[in-house]
């Protein structure tokens, strides 16, 4: 177990204890509040009609999108928490890019309180965090969809089950084929884990969703693993 230096307190005890603690909410700057405060998080938390199966918006009454039904995805289901926009993209730069764990905990609260999340989270056997290559984990210091999957749902999160076997360029700003020609082979499983997914409900988890290539990758190659049930659980979906 990982402890502080300064008070022999476990890193996940500590982290835990530090986003109870009341602090400036860092979008509307009230004090005292949680990281994101509970106005905040009622005002950039829409209630929106999403796909079932890839969280894109849809008309309310609607269950799935015409590119889900026309091109059912490897994924039984896929909830996002918020759009990708403001206030969200500036706290998932300083998260992922300005070295600032500590938004993992009230990201991750907003997945959970996302429809369906907390029955998907409860019923999965496996929490695979989409992960990064080592490059990129190096220069980061830390995967943020591994603290965003260990903060929903820590005793069922398998850290080491779905590996990045390669590494891919940058994926953002390029068409969704590219996209997945960039990640054909980058993803595998660990071969010893692989056999227990079989019959199994995963849900994997990132931070962004865009043209969900990366998701439906490694939905893929947990599918042919034998899982059962497998559904992806993201903070922000872009439009």
Not at 33 to 40: F, L, P
Not at 171 to 195: E, K, M, T, V, W
Request: charged share 20%; glycine share 6%; net charge positive.
């Amino acid at each position: 177990m990982r402890f502080t230096r300064s008070t022999g307190i476990s890193r996940p005890w500590a982290d835990h204890l530090a986003a109870l603690l009341p602090s400036q909410c860092a979008v509307c700057r009230a004090w005292p509040a949680q990281r994101v405060c509970a106005a905040c998080r009622g005002q950039f938390v829409p209630a929106q009609a999403r796909c079932a199966t890839c969280a894109r918006t849809v008309p309310e009454g609607l269950a799935r999108c015409g590119e889900c039904l026309a091109h059912p995805p490897p994924l039984d289901a896929c909830i996002a928490a918020v759009p990708y926009g403001y206030p969200w993209a500036g706290a998932l730069a300083e998260f992922k890019f300005r070295a600032d764990p500590g938004w993992a905990q009230a990201l991750a609260g907003l997945m959970r309180e996302a429809p369906g999340a907390r029955d998907t989270l409860a019923q999965a056997r496996w929490v695979l965090p989409v992960p990064l290559s080592r490059a990129r984990l190096q220069e980061r210091g830390y995967n943020q969809a591994l603290l965003l999957a260990r903060a929903l749902a820590a005793p069922r999160v398998h850290a080491g089950v779905l590996l990045r076997s390669r590494a891919t360029e940058a994926q953002s700003g390029l068409p969704r084929a590219q996209r997945l020609r960039n990640l054909r082979g980058a993803f595998a499983l660990d071969p010893q884990a692989a056999p227990l997914l079989a019959g199994t409900q995963v849900v994997l988890v990132d931070d962004v969703m865009t043209t969900g290539a990366t998701l439906h990758t490694a939905a893929a190659l947990v599918r042919e693993a034998g899982a059962r049930h497998v559904s992806a659980l993201v903070l922000a979906r872009t439009e």
